[in-house]
């Protein structure tokens, strides 16, 4: 019970009482009169029981739960994700409230505006393709708690591609990619300290034997396809062929870019310009050979403004599918070729297929076959390392003939 009492230098009485959680309190009621004071204290003692009370049925709860997971953990053996659950789990009992901790589907589109500051707007919308397709065959995972997730569950989300192969004409290079993406959201929360594992190390990627290769246009099929192009097709089947450089980019190049006194023509406007450092940023450099060239003197040069006006007006998807479905058709190049030497474990040759992209390993192997330097090869295509180049890179037989012939030989039968 409650009881009043006088302090030293104070006019006040001062009323000690025990609180919800048993200990005991002295505090100034604020008045000088005992009755008033004793009702006061009384108050105070009487909603600390209502608090005490209230918390039994919590507690009970709260170490029955704490019983049941020490049990647990002495069974299967102590783990740190399991006391972060059980952490949770108390902090939901004891405040009837759920712990706000986000989901991977929240955590992922977090993830994805931080990233849209950062990458191309393709591959925004590949990190979004990549949600979509985890959505459609396993949402329930998206929607657990991360601190829930165990690797168990990335293998389900990359067996849910898996399983969608047949339906979608997925191959495995597309599941790798979409499981990598999931992996760097999972990365991510590792790294802010949201998760005390990256649980995304135990996923490995699919052998990619059933992905397709990319092969070059031939000088001939370039040509045609000029033939069948109309004005500013034609213009940019040269600047690909030429530069090496992607559809979006080429579409996107303005007068600007073209120093006319040295016929070259310079990109700044590509992904590296997203480069956090101003030092890391090195435009793409092409010198533009006389097709190309004549081709700017034909449609007469400009001083600003793009020099493919109607095509980048157009959809990213709008220009691709009308290279591959109408203008290669029109002028009977096919779209999948024999690979010239590379077989498959039963001997049977494997297909190649282009796309605009492929005028891409055009330009990076014609300079290779004529012994352009890799740096050169490297500065104008873009690419930052060697092996990246090498993916570009088609060196022709005619090629390896001539540069082994250069090469000193042994006359072996002056020695019989």
């Known amino acids: 019970m409650a009881t009043l009492k006088r302090k030293d230098r104070s006019p006040y009485w001062h009323?000690?009482?025990?609180?919800?959680n048993g200990n005991f309190r002295s505090r100034s009621t604020k008045t000088t009169q005992k009755r008033e004071a004793r009702r006061i204290v009384n108050e105070w003692e009487v909603e600390?029981?209502?608090?005490?009370?209230?918390?039994?049925?919590q507690a009970r709860e709260v170490r029955e739960f704490i019983e049941r997971y020490f049990a647990d953990q002495h069974r299967k053996g102590w783990n740190r994700d399991d006391a972060i659950k059980a952490i949770c789990k108390i902090q939901e009992i004891a405040t009837g409230k759920e712990l706000k901790t986000p989901t991977l589907r929240r955590h992922f589109l977090d993830w994805m505006l931080v990233k849209k500051e950062m990458v191309?707007?393709?591959?925004?919308?590949?990190?979004?393709?990549?949600?979509?397709?985890?959505?459609?065959?396993?949402?329930?995972?998206?929607?657990?708690?991360?601190?829930?997730l165990e690797t168990s569950d990335l293998l389900k989300?990359?067996?849910?591609?898996?399983?969608?192969?047949?339906?979608?004409?997925?191959?495995?290079?597309?599941?790798?990619?979409?499981?990598?993406?999931?992996?760097?959201?999972?990365?991510?929360?590792?790294?802010?300290?949201?998760?005390?594992?990256?649980?995304?190390?135990?996923?490995?990627?699919l052998p990619e034997l059933d992905s397709t290769l990319k092969v070059p246009f031939t000088s001939e099929e370039i040509v045609e396809l000029c033939k069948h192009a109309d004005t500013e097709w034609k213009g940019m089947i040269l600047f690909g062929k030429n530069t090496g450089w992607r559809i979006s980019v080429i579409t996107n190049l303005r007068w600007e870019n073209i120093n006319t006194e040295d016929r070259l023509i310079i990109d700044q406007n590509n992904k590296q310009k997203r480069s956090l450092k101003l030092i890391d940023r090195k435009p793409m450099i092409a010198y533009l050979m006389d097709s190309?060239?004549?081709?700017?003197?034909?449609?007469?040069?400009?001083?600003e403004g793009y020099i493919f006006p109607e095509l980048q007006a157009q959809h990213y998807d709008t220009r691709t599918r009308?290279?591959?479905?109408?203008?290669?058709?029109?002028?009977?190049?096919?779209?999948?070729?024999?690979?010239?030497?590379?077989?498959?474990?039963?001997?049977?040759?494997?297909?190649?297929?282009?796309?605009?992209?492929?005028?891409?390993?055009?330009?990076?192997?014609?300079?290779?076959?004529?012994?352009?330097?890799?740096?050169?090869?490297?500065?104008?295509?873009?690419?930052?390392?060697?092996?990246?180049?090498?993916?570009?890179?088609?060196?022709?037989?005619?090629?390896?003939?001539?540069?082994?012939?250069?090469?000193?030989?042994?006359?072996?039968?002056?020695?019989?």
């Open 120 to 148: 191309a707007e393709s591959t925004y919308k590949g990190y979004a393709t990549a949600l979509r397709s985890f959505d459609r065959k396993s949402g329930a995972i998206l929607d657990k708690r991360l601190y829930e």
């Open 157 to 205: 989300l990359q067996k849910g591609l898996i399983d969608g192969k047949a339906e979608g004409k997925m191959k495995n290079k597309t599941i790798n990619l979409r499981v990598a993406v999931i992996k760097s959201v999972i990365k991510d929360a590792y790294v802010q300290g949201i998760i005390p594992r990256d649980i995304g190390l135990g996923v490995k990627p």
């Open 292 to 303: 190309t060239w004549n081709y700017l003197k034909f449609i007469g040069f400009k001083k």
């Open 15 to 20: 009323g000690i009482y025990k609180l919800a």
């Open 322 to 416: 009308h290279f591959t479905d109408k203008l290669m058709v029109k002028a009977g190049v096919p779209k999948s070729v024999p690979h010239p030497y590379l077989k498959d474990d039963d001997g049977n040759v494997i297909m190649g297929e282009r796309t605009f992209h492929c005028l891409r390993h055009s330009a990076n192997s014609d300079m290779a076959n004529n012994d352009v330097s890799m740096d050169v090869r490297k500065k104008s295509l873009g690419h930052t390392t060697d092996m990246i180049n090498e993916g570009y890179t088609h060196i022709d037989l005619e090629t390896i003939k001539r540069n082994y012939e250069k090469v000193p030989d042994i006359d072996w039968q002056d020695v019989m």
């Open 48 to 57: 600390e029981q209502k608090i005490r009370e209230g918390k039994s049925d």
